[in-house]
Each structure stands twice: as structure tokens, then as C-alpha cells.
């Protein structure tokens, strides 16, 4: 048998179904697919992606060729889109190898996916965030008529806030969907679902939510947390008052007092951001503070709430999304995508 590693990374699956549903109905007429890119934002690409399709998925958006390799076997190759297109010459013979979509996102790539004699793919269009994308000027290119466009298909700069950009984007949008034939018509991300039924076209774009991110407020009591990073006790001991506890002895003890070390540091991607804020929760429901610095794969919790734990123990770490953002400043994104290799992903 192998050795489990002491952290894991459980998936409420049927949160995820239930947030794909849920953000399926706020879409309105379109369909909601599934940004899968990043590996599923860290929660593992082939557990999040069987779950979605068994629900009834069909969208499911990666951001490279490397990442549609990994999905190999576990979803229809029509139901997956490359965001960043035909990067090079291997790329582009593996997507037609594999019937596999890409969205042309420049002349260079509209030119190299017709030389390949590529077949159907899907079209970025730059309204506003110039970074990838077909500048709106260049879609009257012959280059551009002869793609064979599924979906035409844009991206908001500041969905998750209310900018005047937002409707600029959105009218520039619907101009190039005069222009382009298409099967599907895609603006919003997570947060653009919310903007209203005019960012809909008939295929939303959403990611960070359907893994429990809530970026407006609008999504508030819509969305459910959908991962629990869980991490073991290696060891229990008892400091005496005045010792300090981890590196820099950031932590002077005031009493004696029991603390328990886990195996989970910012090697794991529990950044030096949570020294001396963060906490773990015993499986009982007790509140158990970080103690003194983070280190690369350690930290220390005070165990005064629930002494009678030892090594072995599971601990839960709160990680509810929006609040570990506003505690540890860093994004709801950032906080999915840190959580590292070492952290077991069991099937769901
Ligand atoms: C990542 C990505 C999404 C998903 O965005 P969220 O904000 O996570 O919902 C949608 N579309 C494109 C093009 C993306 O790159």
C-alpha cells in the first residue's frame, strides 16, 4: 500500500453540481459550461470535469493543448475548448488530431489553424482587455471568414466590479455578433452571469463560482463552498510560558499551553500571508489559531479549545472563500489555485 500524504483536498460534489445548476438558471437562455483551465483552479481537473459531465455539462474550457491532453479519455473531445489557441505547429496537430477546438485568438493563429487544414473552433474577440484576443479591427480579415466559428466569444475586464467598461465591452460584443456567424455567443465569466441577461448570449463562461468563489454580491447565498482542505496533527506538545513557537520566534507563549503541529506550509500554498491569522478547526467544531509563522511545510495551532486531540487527528481548515480572502488578502482565485500538489485529491 502506498503512504497517504497527511493533507487532502475534499470535493463536495454535489456543491459543485448544485453551483453549475444554480449559475445555469442565472444564465437565463444560455447554457453554462465550465472553465476547467488550471487544473479545475487547483480542485483537480478529472474529478470536477466526470462530476460536470455526469450532471449534464458540455463546455468545458482548458487554457492549453497540455491541459486537453490530461482530459484525455474522460470528456468528449467536441465538448472541450483550448482558450489559448494554436500556440505552435505541435499544438495545432494535436487538436486536429483530436477534433479538439481551439479559440483563435490572432490572425497568426487564424493562419496557422487554416494552413493545418483545421476544422471548426471557436473565436476570442478583444472588446477591452487586451490580452488575447482578435483586435476588432482585424474581423473583417479574409483570414477570419474562412474560420468555421462555434463560438464567437469575448472576456470582461471588470466583471467583479461596477465599471462603465462593463456595458462598453458588452456593446462592442454585440456588434462583432453582426459580424461573425456563429453557433454559440459567449461574454460572461462567473461574474458577468449576474450583469444581467444582456451578457448572457447562449453560453456562459463560469469558473471561480461552480468551485464556491463569489465575486459580486449579487452571488451571495447563491453559491456553496465546495472544497475542505483537511490536514493531520504530526505531533502534540506542551510549551511552557515565555518559550516561542516557529521561525523568528514571532509567538511568545504567556502561559504554558498545548499546541499541535500540522503538515501544511506555504509549500502547499498556505502562504506566510496566514502567520498568525489563520485557523483550523477540529472535527467537533473547535477554533484552533495558527500560531506564529508559517513555515515551508509546518505550522503550529493552538490546541487550548481541544486538548484531548493527538497525532493522527484530522483537522478542517476554514477556507470559506470570501472571508479567507478578506483574512489573508489574497484573492478568492489565488486562494483555489495556491492549493499544491501535495494535497491528496481523492476521487469524488
Ligand atoms: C478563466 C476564464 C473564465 C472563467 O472566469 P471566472 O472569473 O473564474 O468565472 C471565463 N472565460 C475565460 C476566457 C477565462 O479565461
Known amino acids: 500500500m502506498k503512504p497517504e500524504p497527511p493533507l487532502r483536498l475534499v470535493l463536495d460534489s454535489e456543491a459543485l453540481v448544485s453551483n ?25 481537473a478529472s474529478r470536477v470535469v466526470q462530476v460536470l459531465a455526469k450532471a449534464g455539462c458540455r463546455d468545458f474550457f482548458v487554457a492549453y493543448a497540455a491541459e486537453a491532453a490530461e482530459l484525455e479519455g474522460i470528456v468528449d473531445p467536441s465538448h472541450m475548448c483550448v482558450l489559448h489557441g494554436p500556440l505552435n505547429d505541435a499544438d495545432t496537430a494535436f487538436l486536429i488530431a483530436r477534433k479538439i477546438r481551439p479559440t483563435i485568438n490572432s490572425l497568426e493563429q487564424a ?6 487544414g483545421g476544422g ?43 465599471s462603465p467598461l462593463n456595458a462598453q465591452q458588452r456593446a462592442r460584443w454585440i456588434e ?7 453557433r454559440d455567443y459567449s461574454l460572461a465569466n462567473s461574474a458577468g452571469i449576474v450583469l444581467g441577461p444582456e451578457y448572457h448570449g447562449t453560453l456562459t463562461r463560469p469558473g471561480l ?12 447565498g447563491e453559491i456553496a463552498q465546495v472544497i475542505r482542505p483537511q490536514v493531520a496533527i504530526m505531533q502534540v506538545r506542551d510549551v511552557d510560558a515565555g518559550e516561542t513557537i516557529g521561525y523568528n520566534a514571532t509567538f511568545t507563549a504567556s502561559s504554558p499551553m498545548r499546541v ?8 502547499d500554498g498556505y502562504l506566510r500571508a496566514w502567520s498568525g491569522k489563520g485557523m483550523l478547526r477540529s472535527s467537533d467544531g473547535a477554533v484552533l489559531p495558527v500560531l506564529g509563522r508559517i513555515s515551508m511545510d ?7 479549545a481541544a486538548p484531548h486531540l493527538k ?15 478578506g483574512i489573508s488578502g489574497l484573492s478568492q482565485y489565488e486562494l483555489l489555485t495556491l492549493l499544491g500538489r501535495r494535497f491528496a485529491r481523492p476521487q469524488a
Open 20 to 44: 453549475w445548476r444554480r449559475l445555469g438558471e442565472l444564465s437565463g437562455k444560455a447554457r453554462a459550461g465550465a472553465a476547467v483551465k488550471a487544473d479545475a483552479y487547483g480542485l483537480g
Open 111 to 116: 493562419q496557422r489553424w487554416l494552413v493545418a
Open 120 to 162: 471548426a473552433c471557436d473565436l476570442m474577440v478583444d472588446t477591452g482587455i487586451n490580452r488575447l484576443g482578435l483586435p476588432m479591427s482585424e474581423l473583417g480579415n479574409e483570414l477570419v471568414a474562412r474560420l468555421e466559428v462555434q463560438v464567437l466569444m469575448s472576456h470582461l475586464a471588470s466583471a467583479d466590479e461596477d
Open 176 to 182: 462583432t455578433r453582426a459580424l461573425i456567424k456563429a
Open 209 to 220: 463560482s461552480l468551485y464556491g468563489g463569489i465575486p459580486r454580491p449579487e452571488l451571495e
Open 260 to 267: 499541535g503541529v500540522v503538515a501544511l506550509g506555504y509549500a
Open 298 to 304: 509546518m505550522t503550529v495551532v493552538n490546541l487550548f
Open 311 to 325: 497525532a493522527g487527528d484530522w483537522l478542517d481548515l476554514d477556507y470559506s472563500l470570501p472571508q479567507a480572502a
